[in-house]
């Protein structure tokens, strides 16, 4: 690219240096400057120039090249990088969110869940203690209806013993269990 436009100029500078020379010499003023060795010296430099632009302008500039490239790769490479961590940052804030809001829910449905358990537990227990109640209140009243047919069935038998006494003789059993039904009678009268 640069090369050629500098091999051009210096053709150019070359030609009109040696153009100059010739004028000069032709003129009988002469520099020292002699047309062959300047032609000599012009090719000498081409070669240099052609060497220098073959095996060090043109691999450095490819070096330059693949470099830039390099570089705008990674510049492009570094961009993408800070759009997917801005990605990655957005995501992790919203699981964040999504996260806390679910363990609130959970945390809100636990304390549900334990609120009815502890009502359950309550209102089986109130159950329980009025079923023991009940119980209780049944076997009180079958303990006092025994304890008073007890007490009336040794009442009758007082009654009739003290009858039996009073009218001092013995009964037999039809007689007795005649006597024991009326005063049993007459004791649930009484109560």
């Known amino acids: 690219?640069?090369?050629?436009?500098?091999?051009?100029?210096?053709?150019?500078?070359?030609?009109?240096?040696?153009?100059?020379?010739?004028?000069?010499?032709?003129?009988?003023?002469?520099?020292?400057?002699?047309?062959?060795?300047?032609?000599?010296?012009?090719?000498?430099?081409?070669?240099?120039l052609l060497v220098l632009y073959k095996f060090a302008l043109k691999p450095l500039t490819a070096t330059m090249d693949e470099r830039s490239h390099k570089i705008a790769d990674g510049l492009r490479a570094a961009e993408d990088m800070k759009v997917k961590m801005a990605e990655s940052e957005k995501k992790q804030a919203d699981l964040l969110k999504s996260s806390q809001a679910e363990a609130t829910a959970v945390l809100n449905e636990a304390r549900a869940t334990a609120k009815a358990l502890v009502e359950k537990a309550q209102t089986e227990a109130a159950s329980k203690a009025d079923e023991f109640l009940k119980r209780a209140e049944a076997n009180l009243a079958n303990e006092r209806a025994k304890l008073i047919a007890e007490v009336r069935a040794e009442a009758t038998n007082l009654v009739v013993a003290t009858v039996a006494k009073v009218l001092a003789t013995e009964l037999n059993d039809s007689?007795?269990?005649?006597?024991?039904?009326a005063a049993q009678r007459e004791l649930t009268r009484s109560n």
Request: proline letters at 2%; glycine letters at 4%.
């Open 1 to 48: 690219m640069i090369l050629p436009s500098l091999l051009a100029q210096a053709a150019e500078a070359a030609h009109s240096v040696a153009a100059t020379a010739t004028e000069h010499s032709a003129s009988g003023n002469t520099f020292g400057i002699e047309a062959k060795y300047l032609a000599l010296q012009f090719f000498s430099f081409s070669i240099v």
């Open 175 to 181: 007689d007795r269990s005649r006597f024991n039904a």
